[in-house]
Protein backbone atom coordinates (compact mmCIF):
# COMPACT_ATOMS: atom_id res chain seq x y z
CA UNK A 1 0.00 0.00 0.00
CA UNK A 2 1.42 3.50 -0.95
CA UNK A 3 2.23 5.40 2.20
CA UNK A 4 1.60 9.10 2.44
CA UNK A 5 4.86 10.99 3.91
CA UNK A 6 4.28 13.68 6.21
CA UNK A 7 7.69 15.61 5.20
CA UNK A 8 7.31 14.69 1.45
CA UNK A 9 4.11 16.20 1.41
CA UNK A 10 5.45 19.52 3.84
CA UNK A 11 8.24 20.37 1.35
CA UNK A 12 6.02 19.82 -1.48
CA UNK A 13 3.28 22.20 0.11
CA UNK A 14 6.28 24.63 0.96
CA UNK A 15 7.66 24.59 -2.23
CA UNK A 16 4.19 25.19 -4.24
CA UNK A 17 3.77 27.85 -1.58
CA UNK A 18 7.08 29.88 -2.63
CA UNK A 19 6.08 29.34 -6.45
CA UNK A 20 3.15 31.01 -5.83
CA UNK A 21 4.99 33.99 -3.53
CA UNK A 22 2.84 32.90 -0.61
CA UNK A 23 3.86 33.90 3.06
CA UNK A 24 2.47 30.77 5.51
CA UNK A 25 0.60 33.63 6.71
CA UNK A 26 -1.10 34.10 3.42
CA UNK A 27 -1.70 30.79 3.07
CA UNK A 28 -3.38 30.44 6.13
CA UNK A 29 -5.78 33.24 6.02
CA UNK A 30 -6.70 31.76 2.56
CA UNK A 31 -7.60 28.18 4.12
CA UNK A 32 -9.11 29.95 7.88
CA UNK A 33 -6.22 28.36 9.78
CA UNK A 34 -3.82 29.93 11.56
CA UNK A 35 -0.04 30.04 10.53
CA UNK A 36 0.96 27.70 12.91
CA UNK A 37 -0.97 24.69 11.49
CA UNK A 38 0.87 25.54 8.12
CA UNK A 39 3.97 25.86 9.65
CA UNK A 40 3.21 22.24 11.60
CA UNK A 41 2.05 20.86 7.88
CA UNK A 42 5.70 22.05 6.08
CA UNK A 43 7.51 20.73 8.98
CA UNK A 44 5.62 17.31 8.83
CA UNK A 45 4.65 17.51 12.01
CA UNK A 46 1.04 16.85 10.73
CA UNK A 47 -1.37 16.78 7.87
CA UNK A 48 -4.38 18.60 7.08
CA UNK A 49 -7.47 17.61 7.36
CA UNK A 50 -9.09 15.93 4.33
CA UNK A 51 -11.58 18.73 4.22
CA UNK A 52 -8.59 21.15 3.34
CA UNK A 53 -6.94 19.18 0.86
CA UNK A 54 -9.43 20.26 -2.12
CA UNK A 55 -8.49 23.86 -1.21
CA UNK A 56 -5.09 23.95 -0.18
CA UNK A 57 -4.75 21.90 -3.97
CA UNK A 58 -7.10 24.51 -5.72
CA UNK A 59 -4.59 27.06 -4.14
CA UNK A 60 -1.49 25.69 -4.86
CA UNK A 61 -2.69 25.17 -8.45
CA UNK A 62 -1.92 21.05 -8.50
CA UNK A 63 -4.17 17.92 -7.82
CA UNK A 64 -5.27 16.34 -4.82
CA UNK A 65 -3.28 13.30 -6.06
CA UNK A 66 -0.04 15.32 -6.92
CA UNK A 67 -0.12 16.95 -2.81
CA UNK A 68 -0.48 13.52 -1.77
CA UNK A 69 2.19 12.13 -3.62
CA UNK A 70 4.77 15.24 -2.71
CA UNK A 71 5.37 15.66 -6.41
CA UNK A 72 3.93 16.65 -9.36
CA UNK A 73 2.78 14.18 -12.05
CA UNK A 74 3.43 13.55 -15.59
CA UNK A 75 0.52 14.19 -17.71
CA UNK A 76 1.00 11.67 -19.87
CA UNK A 77 1.54 8.88 -16.99
CA UNK A 78 -1.37 6.82 -16.24
CA UNK A 79 -2.41 6.77 -12.67
CA UNK A 80 -3.38 3.43 -11.28
CA UNK A 81 -7.05 3.78 -9.82
CA UNK A 82 -5.95 1.57 -6.85
CA UNK A 83 -2.97 4.47 -6.13
CA UNK A 84 -5.35 7.09 -5.90
CA UNK A 85 -7.90 4.79 -3.84
CA UNK A 86 -4.94 3.98 -1.22
CA UNK A 87 -3.63 7.95 -1.19
CA UNK A 88 -7.39 8.90 -0.09
CA UNK A 89 -7.67 6.30 2.32
CA UNK A 90 -4.35 6.80 3.84
CA UNK A 91 -5.12 10.46 3.66
CA UNK A 92 -8.31 10.33 5.80
CA UNK A 93 -6.61 7.73 8.21
CA UNK A 94 -3.95 9.97 8.75
CA UNK A 95 -6.46 12.73 9.73
CA UNK A 96 -8.25 10.47 11.82
CA UNK A 97 -4.86 9.48 13.50
CA UNK A 98 -4.11 13.42 14.11
CA UNK A 99 -7.82 13.89 15.46
CA UNK A 100 -7.62 11.51 18.00
CA UNK A 101 -3.45 12.39 18.91
CA UNK A 102 -4.85 15.93 19.86
CA UNK A 103 -8.16 14.75 21.37
CA UNK A 104 -6.08 12.61 23.61
CA UNK A 105 -3.13 15.25 24.56
CA UNK A 106 -6.36 17.45 25.86
CA UNK A 107 -8.04 15.35 27.79
CA UNK A 108 -4.61 13.90 29.41
CA UNK A 109 -4.14 17.92 30.22
CA UNK A 110 -7.31 18.40 31.96
CA UNK A 111 -7.02 14.76 33.83
CA UNK A 112 -4.32 16.34 34.96
CA UNK A 113 -5.46 19.70 36.06
CA UNK A 114 -8.88 18.00 37.64
CA UNK A 115 -6.43 16.01 39.88
CA UNK A 116 -4.30 18.96 41.27
CA UNK A 117 -7.94 20.58 41.91
CA UNK A 118 -8.78 17.00 43.93
CA UNK A 119 -6.43 17.02 45.64
CA UNK A 120 -5.88 21.01 46.66
CA UNK A 121 -9.34 20.15 47.83
CA UNK A 122 -8.80 16.91 49.87
CA UNK A 123 -5.93 19.02 51.50
CA UNK A 124 -8.69 22.35 52.62
CA UNK A 125 -10.62 19.81 53.95
CA UNK A 126 -8.24 18.30 56.05
CA UNK A 127 -6.73 21.63 57.01
CA UNK A 128 -10.36 22.81 57.79
CA UNK A 129 -10.45 20.28 61.00
CA UNK A 130 -12.41 16.94 58.79
CA UNK A 131 -10.20 14.10 59.57
CA UNK A 132 -9.07 11.35 56.98
CA UNK A 133 -11.01 8.82 59.07
CA UNK A 134 -14.15 11.36 58.61
CA UNK A 135 -13.64 11.27 54.92
CA UNK A 136 -12.08 8.40 53.68
CA UNK A 137 -15.85 6.47 53.87
CA UNK A 138 -17.20 9.40 50.93
CA UNK A 139 -15.35 11.71 49.27
CA UNK A 140 -11.69 10.28 49.58
CA UNK A 141 -13.26 6.40 48.12
CA UNK A 142 -15.99 8.62 45.75
CA UNK A 143 -13.14 10.88 44.71
CA UNK A 144 -10.38 8.30 44.14
CA UNK A 145 -12.47 5.96 42.44
CA UNK A 146 -13.64 8.52 39.92
CA UNK A 147 -10.04 9.53 39.10
CA UNK A 148 -9.52 5.76 38.68
CA UNK A 149 -11.93 5.61 36.15
CA UNK A 150 -10.97 8.98 34.69
CA UNK A 151 -7.19 8.06 33.86
CA UNK A 152 -8.13 4.65 32.57
CA UNK A 153 -10.44 6.77 30.24
CA UNK A 154 -8.12 9.80 29.49
CA UNK A 155 -4.64 8.00 29.48
CA UNK A 156 -5.52 4.28 27.89
CA UNK A 157 -9.12 3.71 26.63
CA UNK A 158 -8.90 3.17 22.98
CA UNK A 159 -11.32 6.01 20.72
CA UNK A 160 -11.85 3.62 17.77
CA UNK A 161 -13.54 -0.03 18.45
CA UNK A 162 -12.99 -2.98 16.05
CA UNK A 163 -14.95 -3.36 12.90
CA UNK A 164 -16.81 -6.17 13.89
CA UNK A 165 -18.79 -3.94 16.17
CA UNK A 166 -20.54 -1.69 13.84
CA UNK A 167 -21.32 -4.93 11.56
CA UNK A 168 -23.06 -6.67 14.79
CA UNK A 169 -25.03 -5.25 17.91
CA UNK A 170 -22.67 -5.92 20.54
CA UNK A 171 -23.74 -4.25 24.34
CA UNK A 172 -20.55 -4.91 25.83
CA UNK A 173 -17.12 -3.31 25.19
CA UNK A 174 -14.11 -5.03 27.22
CA UNK A 175 -11.02 -3.03 27.00
CA UNK A 176 -8.01 -4.34 29.48
CA UNK A 177 -9.32 -4.55 33.41
CA UNK A 178 -12.47 -2.52 31.94
CA UNK A 179 -16.11 -3.63 30.98
CA UNK A 180 -19.46 -1.97 30.19
CA UNK A 181 -22.19 -3.78 29.54
CA UNK A 182 -25.68 -2.19 28.89
CA UNK A 183 -28.43 -4.02 28.22
CA UNK A 184 -30.56 -2.41 24.90
CA UNK A 185 -27.72 -0.24 23.76
CA UNK A 186 -25.25 -1.27 21.13
CA UNK A 187 -21.70 0.08 20.66
CA UNK A 188 -20.15 0.76 17.50
CA UNK A 189 -17.78 3.92 16.06
CA UNK A 190 -20.89 5.91 15.45
CA UNK A 191 -21.50 6.07 19.26
CA UNK A 192 -18.36 5.07 21.25
CA UNK A 193 -15.88 8.44 20.75
CA UNK A 194 -19.43 10.64 22.70
CA UNK A 195 -19.79 7.49 24.74
CA UNK A 196 -15.93 7.99 25.94
CA UNK A 197 -16.22 11.61 26.10
CA UNK A 198 -19.43 11.42 28.25
CA UNK A 199 -17.48 9.25 30.83
CA UNK A 200 -14.70 11.57 31.06
CA UNK A 201 -16.82 14.35 31.67
CA UNK A 202 -18.41 12.66 34.45
CA UNK A 203 -15.49 10.96 36.57
CA UNK A 204 -13.45 14.10 35.90
CA UNK A 205 -16.46 16.94 37.17
CA UNK A 206 -17.31 14.43 40.06
CA UNK A 207 -13.92 14.51 41.22
CA UNK A 208 -13.81 17.82 41.56
CA UNK A 209 -17.13 18.63 42.24
CA UNK A 210 -18.02 15.86 44.82
CA UNK A 211 -14.93 17.17 47.36
CA UNK A 212 -16.18 20.90 46.83
CA UNK A 213 -19.66 19.72 47.50
CA UNK A 214 -18.02 18.33 50.94
CA UNK A 215 -16.06 21.80 51.78
CA UNK A 216 -18.94 23.71 51.50
CA UNK A 217 -21.50 21.56 53.51
CA UNK A 218 -19.22 20.54 56.44
CA UNK A 219 -17.45 24.11 56.84
CA UNK A 220 -21.12 25.98 56.45
CA UNK A 221 -22.92 23.47 57.74
CA UNK A 222 -21.83 19.89 59.59
CA UNK A 223 -20.44 16.86 59.06
CA UNK A 224 -23.88 15.34 60.08
CA UNK A 225 -25.87 17.28 57.36
CA UNK A 226 -23.22 16.28 54.66
CA UNK A 227 -23.74 12.43 56.16
CA UNK A 228 -27.33 12.44 54.13
CA UNK A 229 -26.49 14.57 51.29
CA UNK A 230 -23.51 12.59 49.90
CA UNK A 231 -25.93 9.37 49.72
CA UNK A 232 -29.04 11.62 47.42
CA UNK A 233 -25.53 13.22 45.48
CA UNK A 234 -24.27 10.04 44.65
CA UNK A 235 -27.39 8.19 43.74
CA UNK A 236 -27.74 11.63 41.33
CA UNK A 237 -24.37 11.08 40.14
CA UNK A 238 -24.81 7.16 39.31
CA UNK A 239 -27.75 8.00 37.86
CA UNK A 240 -26.95 11.02 35.42
CA UNK A 241 -23.69 8.98 34.32
CA UNK A 242 -25.73 5.74 33.28
CA UNK A 243 -28.65 7.88 31.72
CA UNK A 244 -26.55 10.05 30.09
CA UNK A 245 -24.05 7.51 28.29
CA UNK A 246 -27.90 5.73 27.64
CA UNK A 247 -29.29 9.00 25.84
CA UNK A 248 -25.81 9.75 24.31
CA UNK A 249 -25.39 6.16 22.85
CA UNK A 250 -28.72 5.92 21.35
CA UNK A 251 -28.36 9.08 19.59
CA UNK A 252 -25.28 8.14 17.99
CA UNK A 253 -26.34 4.41 17.47
Known sequence: MYQISNEKFGLFVTELRKEKNLTQKDLAEKLYVSDKTVSK????LSMPNVVLLIPIADILDVTVTELLRGEKIDTQKNI????IEELVV???D???????HQHRKNWILAYLLCLFISITEIIILVVSGSSLAEMKGDILLVTGVMLLFGAWFCFFAKDILPTYYDANKINYVSQG???IHLVGLSFNNGNWIYICTTLKIWTLATAVLYPL???IIINCFNIALWN???KIFLIMILGGMVVSIYIIGKKYE
Open 228 to 230: ILN
Open 80 to 83: DRKE
Open 41 to 44: WERG
Open 90 to 92: GSL
Open 177 to 179: IFR
Open 94 to 100: MAVRDSI
Open 213 to 215: AGI
